[in-house]
């Protein structure tokens, strides 16, 4: 009965140092991070007079068929809002995505804020 026991034991310490066979370790998937909308409230939806009105002239303005980036610097960030017409509509921000000037990630609300500090903004 010892031996019995003994030999599952064995087996099971066996069986947990199994591998998948490839010899790479394997990786948890990554997660994604959500983006979330909090303080973006004044910008989504906006048209570009309403940006002009809430940041200032447009350090640069892109235009790619009927979609347009605004883009607004910072020496804090840059801001990149994304307008799209909607049926008819006057194109309207569905999307911004912010960056520090060297690249870095910085809060998307966080740059807003700072934005309507620059000259020119409200």
């Given at each position: 009965m010892i031996r019995l026991a003994a030999s599952l034991i064995l087996l099971l310490l066996v069986a947990g140092c199994a591998t998948t066979g490839s010899g790479a370790p394997e990786r948890a998937a990554p997660v994604p991070i959500p983006y979330?909308?909090?303080g973006l409230e004044r910008?989504?939806?906006q048209n570009a007079n309403g940006l002009v009105r809430l940041f200032g002239q447009p350090d640069?303005?892109?235009r790619?068929?009927?979609a347009r980036?605004?883009?607004f610097h910072s020496g804090i960030c840059v801001l990149?809002?994304?307008?799209y017409p909607k049926g008819s509509g006057e194109p309207r921000?569905?999307?911004?995505?912010?960056r520090q000037p060297d690249g870095r990630?910085?809060?998307r609300a966080s740059c807003v804020s700072a934005l309507t500090r620059r000259v020119g903004g409200k």
């Open positions: 979330s909308g909090v910008v989504i939806g640069a303005d892109v790619e068929g009927n980036k605004l883009q990149d809002t994304y307008l921000v569905t999307y911004v995505d912010a990630t910085i809060d």
